[in-house]
């Protein structure tokens, strides 16, 4: 298997564009998370797809994030009028379906707001 | 809602010793999953082991190993024999049956040669 990968690996904007990052998931996983990390943080939980089926969503998962996965494949994930505050590095997981299956993460999208 | 807490922001061990990174969680589920993620700097976050709670038998894999005490709510993390390729922030993990994980803050592990 080729492992979950993640692009952009770094992506510099300006505070009030809108950017998206896209993962692609191990195959046959059919589940998929997005995290996201500041600086001396763990990892910490936005929302989760089965297949296509967005089927949780975490509170810091503002209006102004969306999360779609098409045909239940690749995932993308859109923040509309970035602020400094969305700076972080932006991780992508996949699992297959079942209970307490390992998560296996992606390289992750640095985000950069000036 | 469940929690997870790191108390060590920084470890260091010499080579080839042994360090022990603790954990402790807080759920009031019975059933749940444990995991010890290693990330290198400026790289991807990589599984080092996993617990099942409903296992009574510590896991181990290689030189990791853990002492799951699951009525403590402890999961901590044994490295021994350590490398200089074990230097990497560790991360704690919780996840409920279905879910996503819950993290710990860290802890940074220093090897000295």
């Known amino acids: 298997d080729t492992g979950v990968s993640q692009n952009p690996r770094h992506k510099i904007t300006k505070r009030g564009q809108n950017v998206t990052f896209r993962c692609d998931p191990i195959?046959?996983?059919?589940?998929l998370y997005w995290y996201r990390q500041t600086l001396g943080q763990g990892p910490e939980f936005l929302t989760y797809f089965q297949n296509e089926a967005q089927l949780e969503k975490s509170r810091l998962l503002s209006d102004r994030f969306s999360a779609e996965r098409p045909k239940g494949s690749f995932s993308t994930l859109e923040i509309q009028r970035t602020e400094q505050g969305d700076s972080a590095m932006y991780l992508c997981?996949?699992?297959?379906?079942?209970?307490?299956?390992?998560?296996?993460f992606g390289p992750g999208t640095r985000l950069l707001v000036l | 809602a469940q929690t997870v807490t790191q108390s060590q922001p920084e470890m260091s061990v010499q080579e080839a010793e042994t360090v022990t990174l603790s954990c402790t969680y807080d759920t009031s589920e019975s059933d749940y999953y444990l995991f010890w993620y290693k990330q290198p700097p400026s790289r991807q976050m990589i599984l080092v082991i996993r617990?099942?709670?409903?296992?009574?038998q510590n896991a181990t894999e290689n030189r990791f190993s853990v002492n799951f005490q699951k009525a403590a709510k402890s999961f901590s993390l044994k490295i021994s024999d350590s490398q200089l390729g074990d230097a990497a922030m560790y991360f704690c993990?919780?996840?409920?049956?279905?879910?996503?994980?819950?993290f710990g803050k860290g802890t940074k592990l220093s090897v000295k040669p």
């Open positions: 195959s046959e996983h059919n589940r």
């Open positions: 997981a996949s699992s297959q379906p079942g209970t307490g299956k390992t998560q296996y």
């Open positions: 993990a919780y996840q409920r049956v279905v879910g996503n994980l819950i």
């Open positions: 617990q099942e709670a409903y296992k009574q």
